[in-house]
């Protein structure tokens, strides 16, 4: 318990593969902390195991299905002095994982929040994917239902920064294809799958290539690097919105042709990609 009566909170990466990966700070604030709480139990006490080190705090569980009851229990303690170190299943708290309520609250309540830096399968993904790393954004995990999929990808169509997506293994297929669709098939992209473990592997091309790869399957936790939209893209990529574009420069009287060819280059996606949409439906 801290010597001056105030608490901390103490946001822990944690390995997104190799144990080994662990920076020297994690053991020492797992052995000091008077709570930890972690995103499953029994994951934390493999991860001590494979560290060697013994956790004399009280273990308590934090997770998307008690977050909300137990964040006001760990505010308390935390309000009572106490060290409070979260942990999720691996990397970092609060990065879709559990962790935003509780730092929301400490900071409405003036209690103290630092983090010990560790792996990141975001950072680690677009490092060894091989596309620009300049200026990015990640997005998380796509919505589950198709039609919410589309409309998100739709509203990143015109993203020129490259994008990071976590995805499950059983729905990379339909991902893939979601974002062939939005994008167009060209787009280049890489699947990072198992970051950092024994299986490791990074699937690099375009996303049509991509598609077609994981028609058989995919296994493994699953990132998502795809390439941002051409620069000065000015027409939204999905099939409506190029659709839509088409038939205004028919209207303005352009030839079909002409038409293609300008959307295509306002939306940054080959002519092949509006020729398709136009002609197939």
């Not at 505010?75 to 409070?84: D, T």
């Not at 609060?94 to 983090?115: H, I, K, M, N, W």
Request: hydrophobic share 45%.
């Amino acid at each position: 318990m801290s010597g001056d009566g105030s608490g901390v909170l103490v946001l822990a990466g944690t390995p997104i593969g190799r144990p080994d990966d662990a920076p020297p700070r994690l053991v020492a604030e797992l052995a000091r902390a008077d709570v930890v709480a972690a995103e499953d139990t029994r994951r934390l006490r493999r991860l001590t195991t494979d560290l060697g080190v013994e956790l004399t705090g009280r273990v308590v569980s934090y997770f998307e299905g008690n977050e909300t009851a137990r964040t006001p229990v760990l505010l308390e303690a935390l309000l009572a002095g106490e060290r409070v170190l979260l942990v999720t299943d691996a990397g970092m708290p609060s990065v879709s994982d559990p962790g935003y309520r509780l730092v929301a609250a400490c900071v409405e309540a003036d209690v103290p929040v630092t983090a010990v830096p560790g792996p990141s399968a975001v950072l680690t993904a677009l490092a060894v994917s091989g596309l620009p790393v300049d200026r990015f954004c990640f997005e998380g995990f796509l919505p589950r239902k198709a039609g919410e999929r589309g409309r998100r990808l739709a509203g990143l169509a015109r993203e020129e920064r490259t994008m990071v997506f976590f995805e499950a293994p059983h729905r990379t297929h339909a991902a893939l294809a979601a974002l062939a669709e939005a994008f167009g098939g060209d787009r280049p992209a890489a699947v990072c799958r198992e970051l950092t473990k024994t299986h490791e592997e990074v699937r690099r091309g375009d996303l049509a290539s991509l598609v077609a790869w994981a028609a058989e399957g995919v296994r493994g936790e699953v990132t998502l690097v795809v390439q941002g939209a051409s620069p000065g893209a000015s027409v939204a990529s999905d099939p409506e919105s190029l659709r839509a574009a088409v038939a205004e420069a028919e209207a303005a009287g352009a030839t079909r042709k002409d038409a293609i060819r300008d959307v295509a280059d306002a939306a940054g996606v080959p002519k092949r990609v509006v020729y398709d949409v136009v002609h197939k439906g």
